[in-house]
């Protein structure tokens, strides 16, 4: 099946700071892929989406391109704030046309002010 | 426009205990899921229905029963809570996707403490 693979935390920055989370996969086709964002107490929000290579995804301030020929789908914010301290997860489906998805571990971030 | 929604938000029982988690949608999705979240362990799929009275197993189904009677609802029990089961459970729901897969949408989540 397919895989994911997201760059471990935690990642502490300071506001305004530029942020990007790695996220690579594998996959069998071309599945959509997904970020999602987890406040703490709360469940998953998707937070950008790309449906096919090169699409950028973006929400938020934040923003994530299908790059097919790195296989990789990583998240960037060009200036984060306080309120951006939560959990990030990296998805994709776990099979071709499946509807399970396959979800990285989650990079916590933490931004001080 | 209530989405997903989950109860109790909160949950003490006592080891050996019938427990069932609550789960309701209202965009009628086919796909509904259930998920724990554990330190360590990331999150684990527990069950998952495709439809009305279609539900398969997920990684970690042990210890648990869906049923799905209505495309709405999607119920778990464990139906004797061990410690183990402490954790937080999220229900999500999906449409039917296409080959590339589709976005599930997360309900808040029940905080389960079995002691």
């Known amino acids: 099946g397919n895989s994911v693979t997201q760059m471990e935390g935690p990642v502490t920055l300071s506001e305004e700071a530029f942020l990007t989370i790695n996220c690579t996969y594998t996959?069998?086709?071309?599945?959509?892929l997904f970020w999602y964002v987890q406040y703490p107490g709360e469940g998953l929000q998707l937070l950008l989406k790309a449906t096919k290579a090169d699409d950028k995804g973006s929400n938020k301030g934040f923003e994530a391109t299908y790059r097919k020929e790195t296989t990789s789908f990583h998240l960037e914010k060009g200036s984060v704030q306080v309120s951006d301290s939560a959990v990030y997860f990296c998805a994709l489906p776990r099979d071709q046309g499946a509807q399970k998805l396959v979800f990285g571990q989650g990079t916590r971030l933490t931004i001080n002010p | 426009d209530a989405g997903i929604t989950q109860s109790p938000r909160y949950k003490i029982t006592e080891t050996g205990r019938q427990v069932t988690l609550m789960c309701h949608q209202t965009?009628?999705?086919?796909?509904m899921f259930w998920y724990r979240q554990d330190l360590g362990h990331g999150l684990r799929l527990i069950y998952y229905s495709a439809a009305a009275d279609i539900t398969d197993k997920g990684e970690v189904p042990d210890g648990y029963v869906v049923s799905r009677s209505k495309t709405e609802n999607f119920p778990l029990t464990l139906e004797s809570a061990t410690r183990s089961q402490t954790s937080v459970y999220f229900c999500?729901?999906?449409?039917?996707?296409?080959?590339?897969?589709?976005?599930?949408?997360f309900g808040p989540g029940t905080r389960l403490t079995v002691t």
């Open positions: 999500a729901s999906s449409e039917q996707g296409g080959n590339r897969g589709s976005e599930q949408y």
């Open positions: 965009w009628s999705h086919s796909y």
């Open positions: 996959a069998t086709g071309y599945p959509s």
